[in-house]
């Protein structure tokens, strides 16, 4: 599962983090927050040996919302060793974070 994470939690696990992370912007007022939710929580437990996954919530950590340009929600970011290297905005099936994550390897 990935957990929710704010500013120091970030720089720890992402910023500074070594190989993959997976960070989902969200709302909890979001409808499609809401659907990737689920998605999200499922690959994070699947392929949590191959990469960090974390959440974000933009109402309460709205400076990292603000650093990362994060407009829409949800936004997935993916980082490899801290830098952004990929980007989805709105709902995304199970299997194109999968495609992504093994793309980016």
């Known amino acids: 599962?990935?957990?929710v994470i704010n500013g120091q939690d970030f720089i720890k696990n992402v910023k500074e983090g070594k190989g993959?992370?997976?960070v989902d912007f969200f709302a909890t007022w979001c409808g499609p927050?809401?659907?990737l939710g689920p998605v999200f929580a499922e690959i994070a437990e699947e392929k949590k040996d191959d990469a960090y996954f974390a959440k974000v919530d933009i109402d309460q950590s709205m400076e990292l919302?603000?650093?990362f340009s994060v407009n829409t929600v949800p936004t997935v970011i993916f980082f490899k060793d801290g830098v952004e290297v990929k980007r989805e905005v709105g709902f995304i099936p199970k299997?194109?974070?999968d495609f992504l994550l093994n793309s980016i390897k």
């Open 20 to 22: 993959l992370a997976v």
């Open 95 to 97: 299997e194109k974070i």
């Open 33 to 35: 927050c809401n659907m």
């Open 1 to 3: 599962m990935a957990n």
């Open 65 to 67: 919302a603000q650093e």
